[in-house]
């Protein structure tokens, strides 16, 4: 697992690697444009070689482009998808001209009518953007089901993948926080087993593409996204390792994006970058001495053809 945060490309693309560097990381998340605005532009290639190379050279061995959260491709509104449109294209572009492993996309508000014309319409932008694009993935952010938010169960998540049209470079994002907001408890390893293999069964893990690691002030199934920071919410330490301890994570690039410490929350820290790489850590172990423990017992003996 690549193990990671949020960090600022303010000042050039290459200073976002600066930023990683010095929080330890080896992931790190991007937004591609101001996400205050809605103009954006494609990068340079001197830009995006210039990155490509900082990131060639550092401890840091990927990076995640997130597309702004003024983006709503299911939106009833013509101008408003049509510059959610724009930007996600933009977005797509970058991060194949910077190397991302991939862009994350939150799939959308149906605001007011149907979830299934809001899913219809945010499939067509995403098979736009995808068609006006090309290799960087797409990858669809599960959400805390505030409101009309798309994306807040592994079903509706599954239908947009479907709606899009289940093309390759389409996938998903899970979200620590958002999933116990979302009724998923995954406060524990065998809470956590439950949800992987409920997202097996429903999207299929290859879908899977990148994580965030938050942990949230709100309890399970609030449907309130507020992130709190590393073992301080209702997940605590004991949440966070089971959820960075899944087996199907393995490899994967996690971000942080909490809110850090003090008057400034100025995001995530070093310090909490290496506490969850301690969590990691410890929730490996606790899940191998679990699993040392069920072979020996006597079921689990007679399954391996063992005695009793």
């Not at 591609?32 to 494609?42: D, L």
């Not at 194949?96 to 499939?123: C, D, E, M, N, W």
């Not at 998923?184 to 999207?203: K, L, Q």
Request: charged share 25%; with cysteine; proline share 4%.
């Amino acid at each position: 697992m690549l193990i990671g945060c949020h960090v600022s490309p303010a000042g050039g693309l290459p200073k976002a690697i600066e930023r990683g560097v010095e929080r330890s990381c080896e992931a790190i998340q991007i937004f591609n444009q101001s996400p205050r605005m809605w103009k954006g532009r494609a990068y340079a290639d001197e830009e995006a070689a210039a990155f490509r190379e900082a990131l060639s050279a550092s401890s840091v061995k990927a990076a995640v482009i997130h597309a702004i959260y003024l983006l709503n491709v299911a939106s009833e509104n013509p101008d408003i998808r049509r510059k959610s449109l724009q930007s996600l294209t933009v977005s797509l572009r970058s991060g194949k001209a910077i190397g991302a492993v991939g862009v994350v996309l939150h799939p959308g508000s149906a605001k007011t009518g149907s979830t299934a014309s809001a899913i219809k319409r945010a499939a067509g932008a995403i098979r736009e953007a995808l068609a006006e694009s090309e290799d960087c993935p797409l990858y669809l952010e599960d959400m805390a089901g505030t409101g009309g938010m798309l994306g807040r169960s592994f079903e509706e998540l599954a239908e947009l993948i479907e709606a899009s049209g289940a093309q390759r470079r389409l996938g998903v994002c899970l979200d620590s926080c958002h999933l116990l907001a979302s009724g998923y408890d995954i406060r524990t390893r065998p809470g956590m087993d439950a949800v992987t293999a409920d997202f097996e069964r429903r999207i299929g893990i290859d879908r899977l593409g990148c994580l965030h690691l938050n942990d949230s002030m709100t309890p399970l199934g609030s449907n309130r996204d507020r992130h709190a920071n590393i073992g301080e919410g209702e997940l605590g330490d004991r949440g966070c390792a089971a959820f960075l301890s899944a087996p199907q994570f393995d490899r994967l690039a996690c971000v942080l994006e909490t809110p850090g410490a003090g008057k400034a929350r100025g995001g995530s820290t070093r310090d909490e970058v290496e506490l969850a790489r301690k969590l990691r850590k410890r929730g490996l172990s606790a899940r191998k001495r679990a699993n040392g423990a069920s072979a020996r017992t006597p079921a689990a003996r007679r399954r391996a053809g063992g005695t009793s």
